[in-house]
């Protein structure tokens, strides 16, 4: 999925890591600053440089893998449907799955003159059904819900992001069913020739589809009328329609909000998907109070290292200033060392962060109560806020240590041995 | 000077190293505390009193599909079974809430008496509830959080159900493992509904654990080859299933863990080395002046495992005193409920931080076992 957006971010990343290095650097030398004495010191005390490198790398790469997940939960709603279709659901209603629309309404609402038809005259419409059926997961941890939604021709239709894989769509009548790829690596019989049980039924899995990594990644489909007679249900869940244009989209909107008989919702499919993100906002909420907890731990760790090797450098540090640097020179010295280290850990961290990236599991969605299945998405974004987190570690755990070796008195530094 | 005020005085010679090392293993700890508890919390659900008496049954293809009404004749020919009640989850949004953290579930009074709750209230009384349809029983943590009192309306607005909810408060219930819930009669939601012949899921209870599997199997014959085919299973088989759907989640706490643990045993490890590299020389005097090696070593091992154990101490009760204190539940909106510190847990991050306290001073200690006293005492720092 490496769009071009994406590899312009790359760039952007990377240039904005060599370009305030170079700037650190540039600066560093044109005010005379013993730069070069304080890099060498990371090299020299190897022992202890690689100890907070991988201490601040851990929690770099926890802080990121976390995000990732949170945005790999997020990818899924904000990639789906498409911006001139509009979905329509019960007033009230918090998902696809828990809404309901009557026939009845599905018959007033699809001869809206607002609604486009196709070439055969049919109004771009789709009425669907949302169900959730228990399946085997295949690596034997049990059971867990899986989507299954009932479609029409014309849903399918509406829907550009979905194309077929493998195999072909189901036939109405036959009890046949089209499966997410993604979702049948982590089911049991839901590849292609397979039989998914639900209660007496059985449905068989004629073809497989991908949907661009949207919610669409986690569902069964089949016929809307069939599933409505095999499950018992006598509404529909939600209605896809297609309006004409741009304007008869506001208008249609409007129509169906403010018809009281209807105590209908309409909205522009993406803004409705983009809002059913409720299952990665605890996941945010842990990614932050872990990232704070363990940066705090990071802290102290760095500026114990930082503080020892101040400590076993008095000597250096009195002949610097005997040289002529200044307290604040020797402040920024250290400061840029321990931010050394830490972009080190940073980068790292980073690094085995990224090596994660698309890694595909699944989780409860809180709103459709169903396995969603998701992609760790480690972004150029979220590493650059990795590596700033990793140098704001650096430079908070030196700064304490830092102050304390400007402060030696020049005499006394000179004597100790 | 005794052996352990040397120690002592060795161990806090740099206080600043002492209270760092000290504070970055206490926040570890505390840190693999809460993610142990986080862990449980999603994977081990709280266990009530007479779980192994109560059976859920709910429709085969899954939780979401309804179960019909008329299967209650068929469930009550059943030998083996005390009481039955329809258990249909409501869902609701309290006032104008967007997100309300406890369930609200229809249920027949006459089936629920002798199920849950009856000789657990504590105001109001349970045959108030019984007698008047519009009332509901709720949990005294549900009244505390909005300052209820029995007689009080409460509103729910249904979002899986085309409906809302007006009841009153007519009895509150507390001590359960859960005192959250809400209890409305199922006729109500049927007169709202309009009838519709369905229900969610049955919650029963058998005479005794001894029939209780005996009355499982039944059912799930009862029903098999029907239109709605029945899943019945016990209370706590029910909850593992249901927080099986986590999915993968426990598995990156995990993870998680394991690199908490991680960071915990480098930064013990530097700290220990640097603190023996500092003085090299004093140990090759002590060295000098007869020290047998296994006493150094002694010296080294009880200062890293002093420090990482009163670290441990500090993360572990810290941790601890956090999550008692503060009410996770409103904290988390209602996705954590009990966040248990369990005493297992807090014991096991104690290990982990004392053994890496052990672990930190092998290495060091062993470099002072090699060093010869010469070479000791010609290091400068």
């Not at chain 1, 059971?143 to 077929?164: H, I, K, Y």
């Not at chain 1, 990224?354 to 760790?376: C, K």
Request: charged content about 20%; hydrophobic content about 45%.
């Amino acid at each position: 999925m490496e769009t071009q957006g994406e590899w312009k971010a790359w760039l952007m990343l990377v240039t904005a890591v060599l370009v305030s290095c170079g700037v650190v650097w540039g600066l560093a030398r044109a005010v005379g600053l013993p730069i070069q004495y304080n890099l060498r010191n990371v090299v020299v005390r190897w022992r202890s440089s690689i100890a907070t490198v991988l201490g601040i790398g851990a929690v770099v790469a926890v802080f990121v893998v976390l995000r990732a997940v949170a945005r790999g939960i997020e990818a899924n709603s904000g990639n789906t449907g498409d911006p001139v279709n509009v979905l329509i659901v019960r007033k009230g209603s918090q998902a696809e799955s828990g809404s309901l629309v009557s026939r009845d309404q599905f018959q007033t609402l699809r001869f809206f003159e607002e609604i486009q038809r196709n070439e055969q005259g049919e109004p771009m419409a789709s009425a669907e059904v949302m169900l959730v059926v228990n399946a085997p997961r295949r690596d034997g941890t049990g059971e867990a819900n899986t989507l299954l939604r009932g479609v029409t021709p014309r849903g399918v239709d509406l829907r550009s992001q979905v194309r077929l894989t493998g195999g072909r769509w189901f036939e109405p009548g036959k009890r046949e069913v089209v499966t997410a790829q993604r979702l049948a690596q982590r089911f049991d019989g839901f590849e292609i020739g397979g039989t998914i049980k639900a209660g007496p039924t059985q449905l068989r899995v004629v073809g497989q589809m991908e949907a661009g990594g949207s919610a669409f990644d986690s569902e069964v489909w089949m016929d809307a009328d069939e599933a409505r007679a095999i499950f018992d249900r006598d509404q529909y869940s939600s209605i896809l329609v297609r309006p004409r244009d741009e304007e008869s989209m506001a208008v249609l909107i409007g129509r169906v909000d403010a018809d009281p008989r209807l105590s209908l919702r309409a909205e522009r499919e993406t803004e409705y998907y983009a809002k059913q993100t409720m299952t990665a906002k605890p996941i945010k909420v842990v990614a932050g109070l872990l990232g704070v907890a363990m940066s705090v731990g990071a802290v102290f760790a760095a500026m114990n290292t930082m503080y020892a090797s101040v400590a076993s450098r008095t000597r250096e540090v009195g002949t610097l200033r005997v040289l002529g640097y200044s307290r604040t020179a020797v402040v920024i010295c250290f400061l840029i060392e321990g931010a050394c280290l830490s972009t080190l850990g940073g980068i790292l961290g980073c690094a085995v962060a990224r090596s994660t990236d698309g890694f595909s599991t699944g989780t409860l969605d809180f709103q459709s109560f169903a396995e969603s299945v998701f992609q760790f998405r480690v972004t150029p974004d979220l590493m650059g806020m990795g590596l700033l987190f990793a140098v704001g570690i650096g430079v908070i755990g030196s700064l304490l240590p830092a102050i304390r070796a400007a402060r030696i008195p020049v005499i006394a530094a000179l004597k100790s041995i | 000077m005794t052996v352990t005020s040397f120690i002592l005085k060795n161990a806090l010679r740099n206080g600043r190293r002492a209270f760092l090392t000290v504070w970055s293993v206490a926040v570890s700890s505390a840190l693999l505390v809460t993610l142990m508890t986080l862990e449980r919390e999603l994977t081990v659900p709280p266990e009530a009193a007479g779980a192994s008496l109560r059976i859920i049954a709910r429709n085969k293809v899954s939780l979401t599909q309804p179960l019909p009404a008329k299967q209650l004749g068929t469930i009550q020919a059943i030998p083996g079974i005390v009481t039955v009640t329809p258990f249909t989850y409501f869902g609701g949004l309290y006032g104008d809430e967007e997100f309300t953290s406890y369930p609200q579930f229809a249920v027949d009074p006459v089936g629920f008496e002798g199920m849950l709750v009856e000789s657990k209230v504590s105001e109001g009384s349970f045959a108030d509830w019984m007698k008047d349809r519009n009332t509901c029983l709720v949990g005294r943590d549900t009244m505390d959080r909005y300052g209820l009192k029995v007689g009080d309306p409460m509103k729910f607005r249904g979002t899986i159900y085309p409906c809302d909810l007006d009841l009153r408060v007519a009895a509150v219930f507390e001590g359960t493992v859960d005192d959250r819930g809400v209890f409305f009669h199922h006729k109500l939601l049927d007169e709202l509904l309009g009838d519709p012949g369905t229900v969610g899921t049955w919650y029963l209870r058998a005479e005794s654990a001894e029939v209780a599997d005996d009355v499982i199997q039944r059912l799930n014959a009862a029903f098999a080859n029907t239109a709605a085919e029945v899943r019945a299973e016990s209370e706590r088989a029910f909850q593992m299933g249901f927080v099986s759907m986590w999915g993968n989640v426990s598995q990156l706490i995990g993870s998680v863990n394991l690199v908490v643990v991680f960071t915990l045993a480098l930064v013990t490890v530097s700290t220990m080395s640097m603190a023996v590299r500092e003085r090299f020389r004093e140990l090759a005097v002590l060295k000098a002046l007869g020290f047998h090696r296994g006493e150094l070593f002694g010296f080294i091992l009880a200062e890293g495992f002093g420090l990482s154990c009163l670290g441990g101490l500090l993360g572990v009760v810290g941790a601890w005193a956090f999550w008692t204190g503060i009410d996770v539940g409103k904290l988390s909106g209602g996705v954590l409920v009990i966040f248990e510190v369990t005493l297992r847990n807090m014991a096991l991050a104690g290990l982990v931080a004392s053994v890496l306290g052990v672990v930190a001073a092998i290495g060091p200690a062993w470099t002072v076992n090699r060093m010869s006293v010469v070479e000791g005492l010609k290091t400068l720092d």
